[in-house]
């Protein structure tokens, strides 16, 4: 699971932060507000990714906190601010930042940002994910759909339907097993058609094998 430290001194700006991200699947590993725990956390959780407001706690700014951390780990750093004015763009740039998130925060922002990072972190852990035909890469651990790192827009049966394919990518899925996967209700196959039908169509490419009168198999790239 995508591991990710966040550094806010603002309680309630980092509850919703951790509402946000754990809803998408990430695992979020602790809550600081300074420097000091900053530096402790990464040491005892080894997260991915550091997510840190500029304007922190203690006699360190985020930016100096991050150049503690960029000699202690390789994970990704995005800076929280509300200020994005040349100097904040530079701090961000002397440290190698991976990114930064305007304020207030805006949860489709912070989902592109993250996402793109959990692929590319991903991209280098092969076996986390499956690489589907069509250039398609699905997150065992965020259970998301990407192609070139570009997170693909499904809703959650969709994407519960993807996680049982890949979750069984050497054989089919019986069309009941996969239904009662997704719904409470008494199997009904328009619906699991329908449903397929739709990711087709979000994807404009038709990984998902019928295999007539048994069940559905995820089309799986070799090749990569």
Not at 9 to 16: F, K, P
Not at 22 to 39: H, L, M, P, T
Not at 66 to 78: F, G, K, P, Y
Not at 93 to 108: L, T, W
Request: with cysteine; glycine share 4%.
């Amino acid at each position: 699971m995508y591991k990710i430290l966040i550094v806010e001194d603002e309680a309630i700006a980092a509850e919703y932060l951790k509402i946000i991200l754990e809803k998408r699947g990430w695992e979020v590993v602790d809550i600081v507000d300074n420097g000091e725990d900053a530096i402790k956390s990464i040491y005892q959780s080894n997260p991915q990714l550091v997510l840190m407001d500029i304007m922190i706690r203690g006699p360190k700014s985020g930016c100096e906190v991050a150049m503690d951390i960029r000699r202690i780990s390789h994970c990704s750093i995005v800076f929280a601010t509300a200020y994005a004015d040349d100097e904040m763009i530079n701090y961000a740039m002397d440290v190698n930042a991976d990114g930064y998130i305007m304020k207030p925060y805006s949860e489709r922002e912070i989902i592109a940002t993250i996402s793109l990072l959990s692929a590319k972190h991903n991209h280098h852990n092969p076996l986390k994910t499956s690489k589907i035909k069509g250039g398609f890469v699905f997150n065992h651990e965020t259970h998301l759909l990407y192609k070139n790192f570009e997170l693909i827009q499904l809703g959650p049966k969709a994407l519960k339907l993807l996680q049982m394919l890949c979750s069984n990518k050497t054989s089919y899925v019986h069309y009941e097993k996969l239904y009662a996967h997704i719904w409470d209700d008494e199997i009904n196959l328009k619906k699991l058609q329908m449903l397929i039908y739709r990711i087709r169509e979000i994807c404009e490419y038709d990984f998902i094998e019928n295999i007539n009168g048994v069940g559905y198999q995820i089309k799986i790239d070799y090749s990569l």
